[in-house]
């Protein structure tokens, strides 16, 4: 008879059958499962295009954005208008950005790429925008601060009252110090500046001051703003002036009271201050020389002019006193000047017996130098000299140096 299994028998059987379960491979002709397979394939693909379009078209869009604000900053080359650059930039890179983002497309992992490279690339760009918006704004405020000082040391120097002329030099002062405050001086400049304004406005203060007047000023308070070494400068400057000046004015009371040299020197020398007596005879020496020679010139002159012409009978003396200016140009002449024009209207000898040596050299080097105008050069030697040469000299070189 058949015998029913017990329980082992059963277990058994089952956990064979279990196994049997768990190790067969599932049937790859099931519909649902192959198209889950091609699904994540295609998946993986479109995860790679986006990948490989996110970096062209950040990498394209990166340098169209950075070449753009390199064009923006070109065209602010020649644009001076410091206080609106920063802001005009600032636009413009606005603009820039729009007009960019609105050709490309991405992904919101390149849209957080992007915008690290537009906030990057911007900050470089204002930073050399605002260094040159920088630059213009002080170097404008620089060239003010030069021209308000000129005005300012102008305007003090012709300032006769001294509390003004203190305020004026003060308001230079200020002006720096905001200058620097603001950064367009540094403080090395700002010394500097400091420094040549006061000793220039008190310099140029002190030179139009008339001579008598600058020793005074060496007393002021305005005039102790200067070096002490160029204090003493002027003060020796001031006290030489200061002479010159009286001693002129000295010799001027002099003359309008009609005293001969003669008589000047002997009032010099009454004169105490030994410093005032060597200028004023050091002046009275140089008029006297400076009015010999503009004598000796107007001498010379009158007998180059009529010499000639008397001597050739082209003239005749009372012809010259009849003319007009002729008696006045006459009566330059020394006596011995006058009997030699009497003498060559005569035609009498008055000629020295010998030349001199020295203004026939000179004739002798201009005729025969080979330049060009040798004749015209050698004429204005003879002219000037004729009075030097003897009859037979005399004779040659008129000859000589007017082409006979």
């Known amino acids: 008879m058949a015998r029913i299994p017990d329980a082992s028998q059963i277990?058994?059987?089952i956990s064979s059958g279990a196994q049997s379960v768990s190790t067969a491979r599932p049937s790859t002709r099931d519909p649902f499962i192959a198209f889950g397979a091609v699904a994540g394939e295609v998946a993986e693909a479109l995860e790679k295009k986006r990948e490989i379009d996110d970096k062209y078209n950040l990498k394209r869009a990166a340098i169209e954005y950075k070449n753009g604000l390199y064009k923006l900053e070109d065209e602010y080359k020649e644009d001076d208008d410091y206080a609106t650059l920063r802001e005009r930039h600032d636009k413009a890179v606005g603009d820039l950005r729009e007009r960019i983002e609105s050709g490309v497309r991405l992904s919101k992992q390149a849209q957080m790429e992007w915008e690290l490279i537009t906030a990057e690339e911007s900050g470089r760009s204002m930073s050399r925008v605002g260094e040159r918006a920088w630059s213009l704004e002080r170097d404008y405020h620089r060239?003010?601060?030069?021209?308000?000082?000129?005005?300012?040391?102008?305007?003090?120097?012709?300032?006769?009252?001294?509390?003004?002329?203190?305020g004026m030099v003060a308001d230079a002062e200020t002006l720096l110090q905001a200058a620097e405050d603001k950064g367009y001086v540094t403080q090395e400049q700002y010394q500097a500046l400091l420094t040549e304004t006061r000793e220039g406005i008190a310099t140029a203060k002190f030179d139009t001051l008339e001579p008598e007047n600058k020793l005074a000023a060496t007393q002021t308070e305005w005039f102790r703003m200067l070096p002490l070494a160029t204090q003493a400068k002027l003060k020796r400057e001031a006290e030489r002036e200061g002479l010159a000046s009286l001693a002129q004015t000295t010799l001027n009371a002099y003359k309008a009271r009609g005293l001969s040299d003669g008589e000047i020197d002997r009032r010099l020398d009454e004169v105490d201050d030994p410093r005032l007596q060597r200028e004023l005879r050091s002046q009275h020496e140089d008029q006297i020389r400076r009015r010999n020679l503009l004598e000796s010139q107007q001498q010379e002159d009158v007998m180059e002019e009529y010499f000639l012409d008397l001597k050739e009978d082209r003239i005749t003396l009372d012809q010259i006193l009849a003319s007009p200016g002729g008696r006045a140009k006459l009566r330059l002449l020394s006596p011995t000047q006058y009997a030699q024009l009497e003498a060559a209207e005569k035609g009498d000898s008055q000629y020295p017996s010998s030349s001199d040596p020295t203004v026939i050299d000179a004739l002798n080097q201009a005729l025969y130098s080979g330049a060009?105008?040798?004749?015209?050069?050698?004429?204005?030697?003879?002219?000037?000299?004729?009075?030097?040469?003897?009859?037979?000299?005399?004779?040659?070189?008129?000859?000589?140096?007017?082409?006979?």
Request: glycine content about 4%.
């Open 11 to 13: 277990q058994l059987q």
């Open 372 to 404: 060009p105008d040798a004749r015209e050069q050698a004429r204005k030697i003879f002219d000037a000299n004729r009075m030097k040469l003897n009859e037979s000299a005399f004779n040659f070189y008129s000859a000589a140096t007017s082409g006979k």
């Open 143 to 166: 060239g003010e601060l030069s021209r308000q000082l000129t005005e300012i040391r102008e305007r003090a120097v012709a300032l006769d009252d001294p509390a003004e002329f203190l």
